[in-house]
């Protein structure tokens, strides 16, 4: 049974995010108004308020805030990472997720 709300565009950004003043890095593997997933070895555990930069590849910047809903930690797999639900977003972040709708559809 599909859990989203919203359907996910395909999309590779690279973002960073921190919590308590540190800071890491990771890849967006698919998007949308309300949320991402971002692969990472570092997924935080679910819960945890998060803030996001997310680097779109035409140069723009978005910043977000979000909270890890869901966290995938494997060793034997390269697909670690987290799925996060943005709870603060700015107009780049809808101009950039709105841009690949109308391509996509």
Do not use: W
Not at 15 to 39: C, V
């Amino acid at each position: 049974m599909e859990k989203r709300q919203q359907k996910r565009y395909t999309s590779r950004c690279e973002i960073e995010f921190s919590m308590n003043g540190t800071t890491y890095r990771g890849i967006s593997s698919n998007l949308s108004l309300n949320g991402l997933f971002i692969r990472t070895r570092r997924p935080f555990t679910a819960d945890t308020v998060i803030d996001l930069m997310v680097h779109f590849p035409n140069g723009s910047t978005s910043k977000l805030k979000g909270i890890t809903r869901r966290a995938i930690r494997n060793p034997l797999d390269n697909q670690n990472g987290m799925g996060i639900e943005l709870i603060e977003k700015d107009s780049n972040y809808f101009d950039f997720v709105n841009s690949i709708v109308l391509r996509r559809e």
